[in-house]
């Protein structure tokens, strides 16, 4: 960025969060819930599988007893899989409102040297409209 705004001092250049699906959206609220609950129900001893006639998995015994460790290992595991749900790899570049680089099309983020490339290419185009269209008085 710094580099950019060296070469290109009037470019204007933004960041901003690129909304995953809402199928990945909607998975990533539901485990951020069910997180809560499941940490609550290791801290308040509850047993959920008593209510529903079963009996406790070996996992969940371990997590009453170790409760710390079972919350931790709860509120990180789900972190990470939120995180994975919500992450795009996103990092698209528009010049105008015009779409130049688009990592989700291409796959892969742009050198220095292609960007400083394509930004200069698309400065050229622009100012070659501008002289093409008709100058009324």
């Not at 690129?18 to 998975?27: A, D, E, G, T």
């Amino acid at each position: 960025m710094q580099a950019l705004n060296q070469r290109y001092p009037d470019i204007r250049i933004e960041g901003e969060n690129y909304l995953p699906m809402p199928l990945y959206r909607h998975i990533a609220t539901f485990l951020s819930t069910f997180k809560l609950v499941v940490i609550g129900l290791i801290i308040i001893g509850k047993d959920p599988f008593a209510l529903l006639g079963m009996q406790a998995p070996g996992v969940w015994t371990w997590g009453q007893e170790n409760k710390i460790y079972a919350c931790m290992m709860v509120f990180f595991f789900s972190n990470m899989i939120e995180n994975q749900m919500m992450s795009t790899g996103a990092f698209e570049i528009t010049l105008n409102d015009v779409p130049v680089w688009s990592k989700l099309e291409s796959g892969q983020l742009p050198s220095m040297q292609q960007l400083v490339q394509i930004l200069e290419n698309e400065m050229k185009m622009n100012v070659h409209m501008d002289t093409l269209s008709p100058h009324r008085s």
